[in-house]
């Protein structure tokens, strides 16, 4: 259904350590046609990146399992929010963070404008694309050959995002909350979270044959690549590995002063 390839580089012109982290899960939930794929950018320190690795996935999943018939982005927010009041309770993550970059993939069987999933005669099948992100990781999709943003850069430079944190009683200071932070949206970050939220963006793609392969990346690649070079870099390669590797190795030939790691799905169809 899918081929998953991932590439990261500490970039140590620039970076003493490497903060992002990833999760790559295929047969998601036990299911052979579902994937689960992960993008965690830290900031001041890699604590909550790595906390997010090993619990937001096991978080989801418990969602999903209690309530299977809720919409699947809404568990997906409630998941980010649920991770953040787990982070709450410790003390070793008051004061580092992580943007967050989802995506779930899965087949299901729809009754004509239902939401619930069913099984019977009367349904149709077809695949869905869930993503979540808050911060300034970014998930493009690649739909005939071009790109198709399904992520929203949560930074002090959106208008609604400086009227919600004004409402807050919060700041931006030399573009960034509260003179800090240079997102407005994050997992973690507890000292602020008043103002840095961690509720996401989320969207809901049905995937069709014109649908050819998912982009995650950290902001690492964006600061130096649009999402069409993104696309039309990754686009030369079959191995989607070898394609995630390229635009790395793009990110740091144009001078990327960040950590960078890529994360490259391909979609697979029955041609039957």
Sequence with gaps: ?????????????CRKSMEDTHTVKSHFMSSKDAGFFALFDGHAGKQTAEWCRSNFESIL??????YPHRPVVESLSESFLQA???????????????TAAVALVRTEHRQLGHYPLHTDSQSTKARFLYTANVGDARIVLARRGKALRLSHDHKPTDPDEISRIDNAGGLIINGRVQGVLAITRALGDLSVKD??????FTTETELHSDDTMLIIAC???WDVCTDQQAVDIASKYSNPTEAAKALVEHALSSFSTDNITVIIINFLYDKS
């Design 61 to 66: 999943v418990n969602e999903l399992s209690k």
């Design 195 to 200: 103002y840095v939220v961690s509720a996401p």
């Design 1 to 13: 259904m899918f081929e998953v390839g991932v590439y990261e580089d500490r970039n140590a012109r």
């Design 84 to 98: 953040d009041r787990q982070m709450s309770e410790q003390p070793s993550l008051k004061s580092s963070g992580s």
């Design 219 to 221: 902001d690492g690649l």
